[in-house]
């Protein structure tokens, strides 16, 4: 298992920007692809963005695409999600997540079996 902390989250207007972080321990970082989801109160957790293992490949929500850049840094086993032209549609808590690098990055909750405790992003109006 691989632990997963992230931070970053925040109170922000809408049009602002914030950089969340996660930041993993326990097993080689580069063996798993990493995601980011979101859950907003009585809603879903849904998939916000995802990235291969070596860096090379990324996939957005279309809700995002445009908007946010995910990356990582495996030297720093960190993962990162770059979010510009914040709306109030994206407030939720933000879920750093993990899994398998064997079949790629998907967007289904079940398939990630490591999970961070969550970050909050408030976007006012």
């Known amino acids: 298992q691989v632990q997963l902390v992230e931070s970053g989250g925040g109170l922000v207007q809408a049009g602002g920007s914030l950089r969340l972080s996660c930041a993993a321990s326990?097993?080689?970082?580069?063996?798993?692809?990493m995601a980011w989801f979101r859950q907003a109160p009585g809603k879903e957790r849904e998939f916000v963005a995802g990235i291969r293992w070596s860096g090379g490949s990324t996939y957005y929500a279309d809700s995002v695409k445009g908007r946010c850049t995910i990356s990582r840094d495996n030297a720093k086993s960190t993962v990162y999600l770059q979010m510009n032209s914040l709306k109030p549609e994206d407030t939720a808590v933000y879920y750093c997540?993990?899994?398998?690098?064997?079949?790629?990055?998907?967007?289904?909750?079940?398939?990630?079996?490591?999970w961070g405790q969550g970050t909050q992003v408030t976007v006012s109006s």
């Open positions: 326990g097993r080689t970082f580069s063996n798993y692809d």
């Open positions: 997540a993990a899994k398998p690098r064997y079949n790629g990055i998907t967007t289904r909750i079940r398939d990630y079996n490591n």
